[in-house]
């Protein structure tokens, strides 16, 4: 089945396993060592904090440069709109404390009893196993972060994300997945924004 996450985690089908995050040549100086690490994780709390309960994102998931499926959402508080495109199909959902809807474009709304494959929220990022700096290129920071792969819905151990924190507020997660017996490279755009219209919910 597929597994969408709304942080950007998307696709991962039944058995995949983790890969490394695309290597990042350069390395900050004094990155290295126990005050690198604590420096590395204090940017990415913050970079996480500072975008706010309201944000925008976009991620999608590439084979051989192939895009394979997307996923377009916005988060206003702990409710969130996300329109993913899978296999062909494409399906909107909202998800809220007051229930979870689907339905294709155009199509009445669903209510949906059990969980469904799209998850929130970018607190997810925020507890890392491991988190090192990597590199601090003009006005941008990047760490990589080590994580579950269940906590961002994949199997397998471990999965690495190259994470970029532009002007302290977290920008990008970059990531390599396999699936089946290749290899997909996920990569999401954060855009916080407090100026969109309110999620409307369905009638229940």
């Known amino acids: 089945g597929v597994v969408v996450a709304a942080c950007g985690d998307t696709p991962a089908t039944t058995g995949t396993t983790s890969t490394s995050a695309p290597a990042i040549a350069t390395t900050s100086p004094g990155g290295h060592g126990e005050a690198g690490r604590d420096e590395a994780g204090r940017s990415l709390q913050s970079a996480i904090a500072a975008v706010g309960d309201d944000y925008g994102f976009s991620s999608t998931v590439t084979v051989d440069g192939v895009q394979i499926s997307g996923i377009e959402g916005a988060v206003q ?8 495109e899978s296999g062909g199909a494409t399906l ?15 199509a ?12 929130a929220p970018l607190s997810l990022l925020a507890a890392p196993k491991s988190v090192e700096m990597v590199a601090q290129p003009e006005q941008d920071t990047i760490v990589r972060a080590t994580y579950d792969a269940a906590s961002l819905g994949f199997a397998g151990e471990e999965i690495e994300v190259r994470i970029t924190i532009r002007g302290g507020i977290l920008f990008s997660l970059e990531y390599g997945v396999a699936i089946g017996e290749g290899s997909a490279s996920v990569v999401t755009l954060i855009t916080p924004d407090t100026s969109a219209a309110p999620i409307e919910l369905p009638d229940a």
């Open 77 to 84: 508080g702990d409710t969130g709109s996300y329109v993913v």
């Open 108 to 119: 009445d709304w669903v209510r949906l009893q059990g969980a469904v494959p799209v998850r």
């Open 92 to 106: 909107e959902y909202i998800v809220s404390p007051s229930g979870r809807w689907v339905r294709a474009p155009g």
